[in-house]
């Protein structure tokens, strides 16, 4: 199937009417299926970006796409002053699978993470955030004041006041950047667009203990990393971690746009009235999340990525190149630092069929979705190879 626009058209149009703030690639993308996506002329892409790491469980995933429809055909919207029976059940499911008793629902991670910030400012009466180096939390306001990279923040400036950035998986730095106004620290467990880097273990405990100790809130970022992309339901699974706040998003709904953030029993009541969401838990998004937690359960597709990431890990760290400087990640979470720019590789890739994206300048990031094929992912390494110039196999 091809698109009824044709590509200059689309090109067109959204060169001369979109904001301007995205890179626009040449290509214009009309469907998909599973790890696949097809653009306007037709040309098959395997899509190892899950558009930004969302299609964990696949592009139209049919029993996705028939809750929406059926949905959409009976209530889309329901605001949350009225309870509702899609709502209603994904709490429960959200419950089960997390192990909080608490969900504030919304349409974005970078309204989880605001709805995070505000929950842990109101919880504790201070002000303070302290984030990571090269942590990413969104675009708005809040999330962007405890983003890192500068290319997002200056031009904004003035941001959200009583934010600093300690070094990331340095227990001494935050251990001196908590004080006496810190609300809560904020970390991704695996920083994603900071250039998949994973926290280790002992750095996660003493997180717990040293939050614990301060009276400080700990507000982890599973928006990138929750819903199976490490191996597990949640990236806090590989530390036994339960932190006062969660941020979820990207997968939640099998593409839908909808943000949560999970509360923990360190923040307390909160009043009514005092944070919402006009969107927030509609019953279309509720029912495209209930949809997609069954096939995360049913396909087992955190156990799948475990096996899956680690199979392709290996595989990537035999492409021999003087190009390539580390290949790390975990479950299918994978990111391979070049000592070159990564932009090249990926227009490479494109043009062989393969679409993968960057974390930062240098490193390349696969984020495929959880159920992919083997045999694809033997394609996308002939094609990373062939990407990167004079590399070869061992
Ligand atoms: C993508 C991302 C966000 C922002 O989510 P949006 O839905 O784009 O607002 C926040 N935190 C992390 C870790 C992310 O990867």
Not at 49 to 60: D, L, P, R
Not at 144 to 162: C, D, H, I, M, N
Request: aromatic residues 4%; neutral net charge.
């Amino acid at each position: 199937m091809v698109s009824e626009l044709s590509t200059e058209r689309i090109l067109a149009a959204e060169r001369a009417h979109a904001s301007g703030v995205y890179p626009l690639r040449d290509v214009a993308l009309v469907r998909g299926e599973g790890s696949r996506v097809w653009d306007s002329e037709g040309r098959e892409y395997l899509d190892l970006a899950a558009g930004h790491g969302v299609a964990s469980f696949g592009h139209a995933h049919p029993r996705i796409a028939a809750a929406v429809a059926e949905q959409a055909r009976r209530l889309i919207t329901c605001p949350g002053s009225f309870a509702n029976d899609r709502r209603a059940e994904l709490l429960e499911r959200l419950a089960e699978l997390t192990g909080f008793e608490r969900f504030f629902l919304c349409n974005s991670g970078t309204e989880a993470v605001e709805g995070a910030l505000k929950l842990a400012r109101v919880a504790t009466g201070r002000g303070g955030v302290v984030a990571a180096v090269r942590g990413f939390h969104g675009r708005t306001f809040g999330a962007l004041s405890a983003t890192w990279e500068k290319r997002y923040r200056e031009p904004f400036a003035p941001l959200v006041p009583g934010f600093s950035h300690a070094p990331y998986d340095d227990l001494a730095a935050m251990e001196k950047a908590v004080g006496r106004d810190t609300a809560c620290v904020l970390i991704e467990l695996v920083q994603g667009e900071g250039g998949v880097r994973a926290a280790s273990k002992e750095y996660v405990a003493g997180l717990r203990a040293l939050c614990q100790e301060r009276g400080v809130l700990l507000v982890i970022d599973e928006v990138q990393t929750g819903f199976g992309r490490t191996g597990r339901n949640l990236a806090c699974e590989h530390h036994d971690l339960q932190p006062d706040l969660l941020c979820l998003g990207k997968a939640i709904a099998g593409g839908l746009p909808m943000g949560a953030v999970a509360i923990g029993a360190r923040v307390g009541e909160l009043e009514s009235g005092s944070h919402g969401s006009t969107f927030g838990g509609n019953p279309l998004a509720c029912a495209a999340a209930l949809a997609a937690l069954d096939v995360l359960r049913e396909e087992n597709l955190a156990q799948r990525a475990d096996e899956t990431g680690r199979w392709l890990l290996k595989r990537m760290r035999k492409i021999e190149s003087p190009l390539v400087r580390e290949v790390r990640g975990i479950g299918l979470m994978i990111g391979m630092e070049l000592k070159q720019r990564v932009n090249p590789v990926l227009k490479a890739l494109i043009e062989r069929g393969v679409i993968a994206l960057p974390a930062g300048p240098t490193v390349l990031r696969l984020l495929p979705p959880l159920g992919i094929e083997r045999e694809d992912l033997e394609r996308a390494l002939v094609a990373i190879e062939e990407s990167l110039p004079e590399a070869t196999r061992v």
